[in-house]
């Protein structure tokens, strides 16, 4: 098969689109199926690592300053920074002969599908919203608590629906790992401390949490690891703080060795992206932050069901107050294991296959 992956990332959008693409693009390149990625030039694009990781990419056009977003756009279009009409024709022009076009775009509904997909290929959507409609073949929602009647209307009724952490895309070492790191939760101790707001932290909310930890009483053996993106714009500041700390810290940029990473680490405080998968799937302690409206449901919903401890959303809340007081209280193996009980059965680290899979078989129909 040949596949077009239609995502991007920047500033404001973030990586995970980008990267949660790519993973799926190792996965299928790995099955003898060719991967191809259309990217828009936002400030902020991967095309970098989409070009090491040994995609062909087609960078479209930086848009101009001029763009306004219709009354009848999705809630999420002015991500495009471009008319939908435009950027359904760059991307058609770019993907005009793929089995499949998939996107991974909340700016995006059936219209622009219907415009950009050539006349032999078969349209796949990731999404996380279900707020628009979708012209599509095969559609993935891999979050908690969603249910395939959300999409009711939505979708046309052919459209095969792949629901629920089952087939979240992460990368194969999770699952690996994932025995490893659940029995090494069993004797843990406070010692090693993830910090992961994204790939970009917009807001720089790294800094705010460090000063937070700083200030807390944790165990004398405890060091910090930080993981940023490298086109991150606090980067520099957040080194900075890195090197006033009072504990070992270190800012580790554009990891590729997550899972390790997170099987090394005793307590993850995180934003609630995609990366809140890959610490369900390891088992590790989490302690959770909104950074942007899309993630609000998920982490309310990973919070109810005892996953991690929902810290609040950073633009409104008091989770700064709640940071403290919840580290203040991690003292032990035992409270340490309080936090995330309820990581272990919710998923095996295997959507990705499962993913690739179905979109062979419905290549084959």
């Not at 993973?23 to 090491?52: K, Y």
């Not at 990368?171 to 101790?189: G, V």
């Not at 609630?272 to 909104?290: I, N, Q």
Request: glycine share 8%; with cysteine.
């Amino acid at each position: 098969m040949k596949i077009a992956f239609r995502a991007d990332a920047s500033v404001q959008i973030g990586t995970g689109h980008v990267m949660r693409c790519l993973t799926l693009a190792n996965e299928l390149s790995g099955r003898g199926h060719t991967c191809r990625f259309v990217c828009r030039d936002l400030p902020g694009h991967l095309s970098q690592m989409i070009g090491d990781a040994g995609f062909d990419l087609t960078l479209l056009p930086a848009p101009a300053d001029d763009f306004k977003v219709g009354a009848d756009d999705p809630g999420h279009a002015a991500w495009a920074e471009v008319p939908w009409k435009l950027d359904a024709a760059q991307t058609l022009a770019a993907a005009q002969d793929v089995d499949w076009l998939v996107v991974d775009h909340y700016a995006f509904d059936a219209r622009w599908q219907d415009a950009a997909l050539g006349p032999k290929a078969k349209f796949f959507v990731i999404d996380d919203l279900a707020d628009r409609p979708h012209n599509a073949d095969l559609l993935l929602d891999q979050n908690l608590g969603r249910s395939v009647s959300d999409y009711d209307g939505l979708v046309p009724l052919t459209c095969t629906r792949l629901i629920g952490p089952a087939y979240v895309l992460m990368r194969p070492e999770f699952a690996e790992l994932r025995e490893e790191s659940l029995a090494r939760r069993k004797s843990a101790q406070l010692a090693h401390i993830l910090v992961t707001m994204g790939g970009m932290d917009n807001d720089d909310v790294t800094s705010k949490v460090l000063t937070v930890i700083a200030k807390s009483d944790l165990p004398e053996v405890c060091e910090i690891t930080v993981v940023m993106g490298r086109n991150a714009p606090w980067l520099s500041k957040v080194r900075g703080a890195a090197a006033e700390m009072p504990r070992p810290t270190h800012v580790a940029v554009d990891v590729t060795q997550m899972a390790s990473l997170m099987l090394q680490s005793d307590l993850a405080i995180g934003a609630a992206g995609g990366t809140s998968w890959e610490r369900c799937c390891l088992g590790l302690p989490s302690l959770h932050l909104v950074l942007a409206d899309n993630q609000a449901s998920v982490a309310q919903t990973i919070d109810d069901a005892q996953i991690s401890v929902l810290l609040g959303d950073v633009r409104r809340d008091d989770w700064q107050i709640r940071l403290h007081d919840t580290l203040e209280r991690i003292v032990d193996q035992k409270s340490l294991e309080c936090l995330g009980t309820g990581t272990f059965d919710l998923l095996d680290g295997l959507g990705c296959a499962r993913t690739a899979i179905e979109l062979e078989r419905d290549f084959m129909t």
